[in-house]
C-alpha cells in the first residue's frame, strides 16, 4: 500500500503564490513519473505538469510558464511551485504517482486526497 500526503493548498491572493508538496511512504521498490492534476469547479480534471525520475518536466500549455514542477527522489517528494496565481486556477489540486511496489510487480497508479487551491480577485 501506497500513502500519499498533499500539503501547501490554502487562499491566495490573485497574483501570489503557493508551493504544493506530496510525499510519498509506503511499499515503494521504484518510484518512477510523478505528478499534478486539478478539478476546477465545473470541469474535468486535467494534467497541470509531470516529471519523471531523470527530471523531465510536461506542462499543460495553459499555464503559461506560471508553474514549475520538481521531485526529490531521495524522499520520495513531489512539489508544485505556482507563481502569478490567477482565479481561475482555484481548483483542488491532485498528486498522482506511478509506482512499483516491489520487484517484479507491475507498475501502478495511486492518487493523493487532493488540496484545495483558492486565488481570489
Known amino acids: 500500500q501506497v500513502h500519499l500526503v498533499e500539503s501547501g493548498g490554502g487562499l491566495v491572493q490573485a497574483g501570489g503564490s503557493l508551493r504544493l508538496s506530496c510525499a510519498a511512504s509506503?511499499?515503494?521498490?521504484?518510484?518512477?513519473?510523478m505528478s499534478w492534476y486539478r478539478r476546477a469547479p465545473g470541469k474535468q480534471r486535467e494534467l497541470v505538469a509531470g516529471i519523471v525520475r531523470a527530471g523531465d518536466t510536461n506542462y499543460a500549455d495553459s499555464l503559461e510558464g506560471r508553474f514549475t514542477i520538481s521531485r526529490d527522489n531521495a524522499k520520495n517528494t513531489v512539489y508544485l511551485q505556482m507563481n502569478s496565481l490567477k482565479p481561475e486556477d482555484t481548483a483542488i489540486y491532485y498528486c498522482k504517482v506511478d509506482v512499483r511496489p516491489r520487484a517484479d510487480w507491475s507498475v501502478m497508479d495511486y492518487w493523493g486526497r487532493g488540496t484545495q487551491v483558492t486565488v481570489s480577485s
Open positions: 509506503g511499499t515503494i521498490f521504484e518510484m518512477l513519473a
